[in-house]
């Protein structure tokens, strides 16, 4: 009788999940036909999917191949170079558990001074430890999965409770079948307990030391717990795990800011060069994007290989809220714009690059008061993306202006930000909206970012659905490519990205947001406007500092690259910085690529990178600058301010 029962349950529960995943996998079949017939109605697709590389768009419910620098989280060189050790059966296998529990073998229970009825209910207690236990470390080991989305996660979701389920029934059937041994499990249970014998013998404990000194059954409890704690993660590789697991040095520096804030400067060392190379991200971004392409495609490992010490650096506003007030509120931290990217964290990271290196290469400063204090005998170029372009900027721009050392030998700025005029009706809506409403939602809204864990694990495991799911994917990426006037960057792989992750998430400040619409409504790469009020405090006038008026104390080569399918800051804009540099003496170059925004960082392109190399060698580590005097450099910063 006990075998038929035993039977019917496990035809039963076959029965439910064949039924229950045919169910699941026809929602998505739907989800992603409906998907796939709106896209083949919206016009212009094909313009917005061509920079991804390998995208189907056939509704069937197979993962599309990913972009070469998303497979495993490296290029396809790389992937070529560790396949042997990757493991190839990355998909999940949702088939039924009944053959794995019928090859679990539980060992007897340790030896026991109970009675035969005790050694019965341990026995059956210790079924039921190693059956969870088992079943616990394959939850672990699939949701520890980097490539798993939420369907994936709604189809393990309904195993385990099936298997929950069906196990109470099994149970429930066993004992009601056995009254024998249930009353032996009883009378076990009260004996123990009138006994005292719980004070040498724990059943539990013993499972538990069983499960743990056990040869090959699974690891320990303790380090259950610690993968539980990371099971709901797809992928929470930080960009120290990147960088190491491709075999290179990392180190990690952290740099506190005038105004409180800690921030991350990551570095790739080669500590005996005298040429070094300033990394510098861009609006909601980290320093992942610089190594996201593997070996062969990601700027700081070709730079590094060319000899450079690598230092990438990391805007505040990570959603790890690092700063020496521990108890800063969150408004608090928010508060700040473009220029505190600027004049704070950029100068702070650069000025620990130049101690480190000091330190490292055994340097001193002049010894004449006289004479200006950036005299190094080693070279540090800077290549910044997008936001950190202006940046950078506005940082060479205020130290010239305050008379202080930028310690930089060469800008090279991809698509960098500062004129936004140019642009489509969705930016010109935001702006509007944003200076409209400004002082309203600033009360309301600090900042725009993820703020729990459990959503930004949502919104990494949304992002890997949508590469499993190809029409839905290309729906939001033809969206997408509307909202950003028809940038055709690969915005779905990026959001994929480790850096994306439920630990941390980059955020944008409100004030940086409403930096960038008073940019794109007044026209003019400017400082941030506080009211007239407060910027005759802080700048002496009225009116904010103009950057683009103070081109001429840029006293450093300047190279600035542009995307002719770029649309969201668009080549003309990146012609006006030419335009007003050149005018104003700087040394500036100027060259397009047939690429769009995230181009310049998120997709392997081997002639930009070419191009980027080239520029860093123009720079010679060996070449001893000239020392000008105090006196004549405040003659040159004065003349270039009538200018």
Known sequence: MQRLVDHALAVTKESVKAVTYESVNNVVRIINGVSALLLALLPGKANMLEGIQGWELRPTFRGPRLPRWMENGVSSFNHFIHELSVDSDTSPDYSSEEEDSDRYEYPPSPASHCSRASEAYNRHQMDWF??????????????????????????????????????????????????????????????????????????????????????????????RSTNLHQSLNTDARTCQDVITELGYPYEAIHVITSDGYIILLERIPRRDSRKAVFLQHGVLDSSMGWVSNGVVGSPAFAAYDQGYDVFLGNFRGLVSREHVNKNISSREYWRYSINEHGTEDVPAMIEKIHEVKCAELKLSKPDSEEEIDDYQPYKLCAISHSLGGAAMIMYVVTQKIQEKPHRLSRLILLSPAGFHDDSNIVFSTVEFMLVLVAPILSLFVP?????????????????????????????????????????????????????????????????????????????????????????????????????????????????????????????????????????????????????????????????????????????????????????????????????
């Open 130 to 223: 190693q059956r969870m236990q088992s079943l616990k470390e394959q939850i672990i080991h699939r949701a520890t999965d980097r490539r798993r989305g939420v369907v994936e996660d709604v189809h393990l979701a309904i195993e385990i409770c099936i298997e929950a389920v069906f196990d109470f029934f099994h149970k429930a059937a066993h004992l009601l079948l056995s009254p024998s041994e249930a009353f032996e499990a009883l009378v076990s249970l009260f004996s123990s307990h009138g006994s005292g014998i719980e004070q040498d013998h724990d059943p539990f404990t013993d499972a538990a030391i069983s499960t743990a000194t056990r040869g090959g059954d699974g690891p320990a409890p303790a380090e």
């Open 447 to 643: 900042a725009f970012y993820i703020p729990t864990r459990f959503f930004r694990m949502l919104v990494n495991k949304l992002a890997r659905d949508l590469h499993n799911l190809p029409a839905v994917g290309g729906l939001v990426q033809t969206l997408m490519g509307y909202v950003v006037g028809g940038d055709s960057s690969n915005w779905v792989g990026v959001l994929g990205l480790p850096h994306y992750n439920m630990n941390d998430m980059p955020g944008v400040s409100f004030r940086v947001a409403l930096h960038l619409a008073q940019i794109k409504r007044t026209r003019r790469f400017r400082m941030f406007d506080y009211g007239a009020s407060t910027n005759i405090e802080v700048y002496g006038s009225p009116e904010p500092l103009d950057l683009a008026e103070c081109y001429g104390t840029i006293d450093i080569p300047v190279d600035l690259v542009a995307g002719q399918k770029d649309k969201v800051i668009r080549p003309t804009m990146v012609r006006r910085h030419y335009k007003l540099m050149k005018g104003a003496g700087v040394n500036v170059s100027y060259n397009e690529f047939e690429y769009a925004h995230l181009d310049f960082t998120f997709s392997h392109r081997e002639e930009l990178l070419s191009y980027v190399m080239s520029r860093l060698l123009l720079v010679d580590p060996n070449h001893k600058p000239q020392r000008v005097a105090r006196s004549k450099k405040k003659e040159q910063i004065a003349a270039a301010s009538r200018d």
